[in-house]
């Protein structure tokens, strides 16, 4: 309500669109954090003797999952990057991607165990999530955008593509960057890169979902193509060579009766 009269001052397909692409990015979000439950529990026997080489006690074993929930948001965020398909880094010259993996030394952190260890084969279809993703925005935007002329649906698509690649990118970002000196100075996904990713995958997704569905877009379509098929056969809504085909069939007729009035009328009073 605070924002409302600025909000509303927004085009309402360009409000949609942004409802829009934060759907797609609240379902890439969810399907993250999943993701990162199945590296936890796949990878706790590795987590558990990383616990032990450590030798904590009990009350460094609770800083330690303290320590450990902190890195969880980030631990989502590349889990994230890992999905859309580009993937992340955890120190220089690593990669964890669905396509490879290339592992390095990494810091003595039980949670960082869960960071996968193989890539390929069916783990390269991860980023069609993304698309996915897109269709349920597309599906929503479908539901809930009031459209009156074609191009609001196109707009707002549009919008749904930019507002999911933007967040992701700012998510990625929040995610990446320094920890520590040496190897560990390059941490995270790029932010542009996996944007650029998000935001093609949305568009393939939401573009399918949302506009061969409206009615608007259809009933324009069949316009246009009704119209290209006119100009291609050579007619035209007005038929301007009709008048002069009914003056050569009638010379003499309702023509030459306008041309007999004119004279008469051009006539001085005297005659």
């Known amino acids: 309500a605070a924002t409302q009269r600025w909000w509303g001052r927004v085009p309402h397909p360009v409000r949609a669109g942004v409802v829009g692409g934060v759907v797609a990015v609240a379902a890439l979000l969810g ?22 080489l450590l030798g904590v006690d009990t009350f460094g074993g609770l800083l330690l999952a303290v320590a450990q929930l902190a890195v969880a948001p980030n631990l989502v965020v590349w889990a994230l990057s890992w999905l859309v398909g580009p993937g992340f880094a955890v120190g220089e010259g690593t990669l964890y991607s669905p396509a490879e993996v290339v592992a390095g030394p990494l810091p003595a952190l039980p949670m960082l165990g869960a960071l996968p260890v193989e890539g390929g084969g069916l ?23 009031v459209v009156t002329r074609a191009r609001d649906t196109l707009a707002a698509v549009a919008v749904v593509g930019v507002t999911a690649a933007l967040l992701t990118g700012a998510l990625v970002l929040l995610g ?48 246009g193509c009704r119209a290209a098929w006119d100009r291609l056969r050579g007619r035209a809504d007005v038929d301007l060579t009709a008048a002069d085909d009914a003056a050569d069939d009638d010379p003499g007729g309702a023509h030459a009766d306008g041309r007999a009035h004119v004279r008469d009328t051009a006539r001085s009073p005297e005659d």
């Open 31 to 52: 399907a993250a954090s999943v993701v990162t439950g199945y590296w936890v529990v796949s990878s706790r026997a590795a987590a558990g003797d990383v616990v032990a």
């Open 123 to 145: 783990l390269r279809w991860a980023p069609v999530l993304v698309v996915v993703a897109g269709v349920l925005a597309g599906a929503w935007l479908h539901r809930r955008l």
């Open 176 to 223: 990446s960057g320094s920890a520590g000196p040496g190897r560990l100075a390059v941490v995270g996904g790029s932010p542009v890169v996996v944007a650029v990713w998000v935001l093609a995958g949305t568009l393939a997704g939401a573009v399918p979902a949302a506009v061969p569905t409206d009615a608007t877009v259809r009933a324009a379509v069949r316009r």
